[in-house]
C-alpha cells in the first residue's frame, strides 16, 4: 500500500511517500480502507521536532477515517469509523484499530475525520468551562478546528463570543503581539490554546471568578501563569489535557460530536484536501496558516 513515512525531524520534506506492507491486525483490531486523513497543526510540531525528536522511520498520522475490511465481529465489515491513534500510521492507504467511532451513515468520511477530534475536544472543553447563556468567551485560534467549534458550542449555548485569528479572518488579529491589549474587560471564560511567555497578560480583562482553559500551545510553548496573575481576581485556570483526566472526556464526547454533524448543528469547515501524495504540501500550507479550517489527505 501507498503511504507516508517520516525520516526524521525536520521540514515537510522528511515525510515521503513510499509502498508499505499492508498492517495486519491483530485480535479485537480493525483493518480500515483509509478514505480521509485530518492534518492537524500538532503534527507539523510533531514532525518538525518542536514536540520531541522522532524514532525510526515510520508511517506518520494520527486521525484516519474510512470502511472497516476485516473485523472478529463480521457486522462491523463495511462500517464507516473514524479512528485516532497516539502512535501513528494514519497516513496510508489502511491503518488497523483497536478502538473506533461509528460513523453516522450521513457523515462522510472527510466530514468525519474533520469533526470525530477537534469537536470532541471542543465538546470536552465547553463542559469542563461549563459556559452559559450571558456569559462572554474569548475564542483564541477560532481559524483552527477546535477553535471553530468552541465559537460555534459556546455561541449556541447563548454567549457572547470575541475571536482571535490571523488577519481579517476574526475580531482580533492575535498576530499583534499586542493583541490581548484589545481584547475588552469582563471575560468569563477564555479559551487558550496559543500559550507563550504573554498568555498570562489575559488575566487582567477576566472577570472576578472567570475561567481560563489552557488546552493548546500552538506558539510552541506552553502558557505561563502563576498564582500572582490568578489570585487578584480568584480566576480558575484549568489545565487541560492528560491521558488520564481531560483524554477521557474527549473521547467519550466522539460519538456526541458526530451526531452533532449528522443533524447539521455543526458543518465542519474543510479548507484543502490533498492527495496523500502531497502530504509535505499538505504540511507546508498547513503551517503557511493561510487557510481557515481543516486540510485533509485523500489517498
Ligand atoms: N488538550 C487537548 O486535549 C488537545 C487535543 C487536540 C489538540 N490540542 C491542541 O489544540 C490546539 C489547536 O488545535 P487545532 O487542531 O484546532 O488546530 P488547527 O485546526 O490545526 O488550526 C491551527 C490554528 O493555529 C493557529 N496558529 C498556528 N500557529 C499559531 C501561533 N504561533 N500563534 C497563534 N495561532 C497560531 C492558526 O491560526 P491563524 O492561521 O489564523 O493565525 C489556526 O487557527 C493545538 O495546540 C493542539 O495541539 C489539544
Do not use: C
Not at 198 to 218: C, D, M, S, W
Request: glycine share 12%.
Amino acid at each position: 500500500m501507498r503511504a507516508v513515512v517520516q525520516y526524521g525531524t525536520g521540514g515537510p520534506e522528511v515525510l515521503k511517500v513510499e509502498d508499505r506492507p499492508k498492517p495486519e491486525r491483530g485480535d479485537g483490531e480493525v483493518l480500515i480502507r483509509v478514505e480521509a486523513i485530518a492534518v492537524p497543526f500538532y503534527e507539523t510540531q510533531l514532525r518538525s521536532g518542536l514536540l520531541g525528536a522522532a524514532g525510526e522511520p515510520a508511517i506518520f498520522g494520527h486521525e484516519a477515517a474510512g470502511t472497516i475490511v476485516e473485523a472478529d465481529d463480521p457486522a462491523l465489515t463495511g462500517r464507516r469509523v473514524v479512528t485516532m491513534s497516539f502512535t501513528g500510521g494514519a497516513y496510508a492507504e489502511f491503518v488497523v484499530a483497536s478502538q473506533f467511532t461509528l460513523v453516522p451513515g450521513t457523515v462522510s468520511a472527510e466530514q468525519a475525520v474533520a469533526a470525530a477530534v477537534p469537536a470532541s475536544v471542543a465538546l470536552a472543553l465547553m463542559d469542563a468551562a461549563d459556559v452559559k447563556a450571558g456569559e462572554t468567551v474569548l475564542v483564541e485560534a477560532a481559524s483552527g478546528a477546535i477553535g471553530g467549534y468552541l465559537a460555534r458550542l459556546a455561541g449556541r449555548k447563548g454567549a457572547r463570543v470575541i475571536t482571535t485569528a490571523g488577519k481579517g479572518k476574526a475580531d482580533i488579529d492575535h498576530n499583534d503581539p499586542d493583541w490581548r491589549k484589545h481584547v475588552p474587560e469582563g471575560l468569563d471564560v477564555v479559551f487558550e490554546s496559543i500559550g507563550g511567555p504573554r498568555a498570562a497578560e489575559i488575566a487582567v480583562k477576566l472577570a472576578p471568578r472567570g475561567r481560563i482553559l489552557a488546552y493548546g500551545l500552538l506558539s510552541g510553548e506552553f502558557p505561563v501563569f502563576s498564582v500572582a496573575d490568578l489570585a487578584p481576581r480568584g480566576l480558575t485556570l484549568i489545565g487541560f489535557g492528560g491521558m488520564d483526566a481531560y483524554a477521557k472526556d474527549v473521547a467519550a464526547a466522539r460519538d456526541e460530536a458526530l451526531d452533532l454533524v449528522a443533524d447539521g448543528t455543526l458543518t465542519p469547515v474543510i479548507d484543502r484536501i490533498y492527495p496523500l501524495a502531497d502530504a509535505a504540501a499538505a504540511h507546508a500550507h498547513v503551517e503557511s496558516r493561510e487557510g481557515v479550517g481543516k486540510v485533509l489527505l485523500v489517498p
